[in-house]
């Protein structure tokens, strides 16, 4: 499975951007599917994920992010609002096709795109 992470760019703070996440190579339907974001200086550190079993979200997103899985495009998307200065980060997206034990440590994911940049300014 490839991955393919687009979207990110600067915006003020209160703005929104949609991150998208193609993937190739397989169909990803069945697959749980998660984005991770890494500041400079600091851990990969979980933001959602979407799976069969439904949606799960950091605390620091839970309002502000959504998200959400196209089957027939084979695409995730993360449609973020209210943007902070804090979300600046790379972001990653992520896939792996097991039932895994901890959905939100990056460590258990197979497949990871390449990562799309989202900058913040206050």
């Known amino acids: 499975v490839q991955l393919q992470a687009s979207g990110g760019g600067a915006q003020q703070a209160g703005g929104s951007l949609r991150l998208s996440c193609a993937a190739s190579?397989?169909?990803?339907?069945?697959?749980?599917m998660a984005w991770f974001r890494q500041a400079p200086g600091k851990d990969r550190d979980f933001v959602a994920l979407?799976?069969?079993?439904?949606?799960s979200y950091a605390d620091s997103v839970k309002g502000r992010f959504t998200i959400s899985k196209d089957n027939a495009k084979n695409t995730m998307y993360l449609h973020m609002n209210g943007l902070k200065p804090e979300d600046t980060a790379i972001y990653y997206c992520a896939a792996d096709p097991r039932s895994l034990a901890y959905y939100d440590v990056a460590q258990q994911y197979n497949y990871w795109g390449q990562g799309t940049q989202v900058t913040v300014s206050s």
């Open positions: 190579g397989r169909t990803v339907s069945s697959y749980v």
């Open positions: 979407i799976s069969r079993s439904g949606v």
